[in-house]
């Protein structure tokens, strides 16, 4: 019997990559089919669920960061389903006029995230493809809580990793930072090579194959050269687990994330010989990655 909140229409019967990451972090809005499927990538990389975990606590952190740097408004693409921490919580709680609409492209993660939301005149939940960011910002609900003559703060976490190179993930960020003025900030995170276990990763990735959804693991250089016409902010581009941390013990290093500011013009961290980017490559290699070539992940993008 298919549950009342799951909109028509919804496959319930392929793997979904937004419900594997409600399973990964302890959701309910997931099937069978996600349980068993995580439990398949559990199996063949045993540091999937943890790197989940750690994604969401970036963002959390992101969140309280941006929200001390007086940003007031949140658009958060590739939200994925609702769950404890989400960014209107996080930035609520200190800033009660904070402003955040959600986009994902999965029904599921919309039906849910408006469900939560009604009684909430500052946050709104919208389907939108990041893949197509003029409709995103054209869309009537979405102009109509954000001000985009006021700095914004532009969440890709964990999401730029579900899109094509031929998609050109540089000219989507590129079309972000053009809509928004001065003092806006981009947040992304994305999945690296890991040398811990490559070869788990890579059967992981094979799992993904019989999925709608693949993923692109790119290099720190590769994502870095994206963020030419934002200023990146300290401690720049790290592991996600040390962007600001808070545990120490966290061990996840199959993502680096980073958080950057418009308004300076094009800026770059300054390359090192071998290719990486200063201060990355002795921080990335600490925490265990490699420079290897694209390689995949099992984590959702949308958090």
Known sequence: ???????????????????????????FHNFDVDREFLKAAQRE????????????????RVVRWLVDAGVRQFLDIGS?????????????????????VYVDI??????????????????????????????????????????FGEPVAVLMVAVL????????PAGIIRRFADATVAGSYLALS???????????????RQLYQRTPTTFHVRTVEQVTAWLNGWEIV???????????????????????????????GSVSCPAVPGGQTAGISRMYDSAGATEAGESDIGFHPSR
């Open 80 to 100: 994925g389903i609702p769950t404890l921490g989400n960014v209107h919580e996080t930035a609520q709680d200190t800033a009660p006029t904070a402003k955040v």
């Open 106 to 147: 999965d029904p599921v993660a919309v039906a849910h995230g408006q469900r939560i939301l009604r009684d909430n005149p500052s946050a709104v939940s919208v389907r939108g493809d990041l893949r197509e960011p003029e409709r995103i910002l054209s869309d009537p609900e979405v102009l109509a809580l954000l001000d």
């Open 161 to 168: 990793h579900f899109i094509d190179d031929e998609d050109d």
């Open 1 to 27: 019997m298919r549950p009342e909140w799951l909109p028509e229409g919804a496959d319930i019967t392929t793997p979904n990559a937004a419900r594997v990451y409600d399973y990964a972090l302890g959701g």
């Open 234 to 264: 300290a401690p720049g581009f790290v592991p996600i687990n040390r962007w600001h941390p808070e545990d120490h013990h966290d061990t996840a290093s199959a993502a680096v994330g980073a958080v950057a500011r418009t308004g300076a």
């Open 45 to 60: 990389w045993p540091g999937v669920v943890a790197l989940a975990h750690a994604n969401r606590a970036y963002l959390g």
């Open 190 to 204: 994305h999945g690296v090579p890991a040398g811990d276990d490559a070869a788990g990763q890579a059967r992981v």
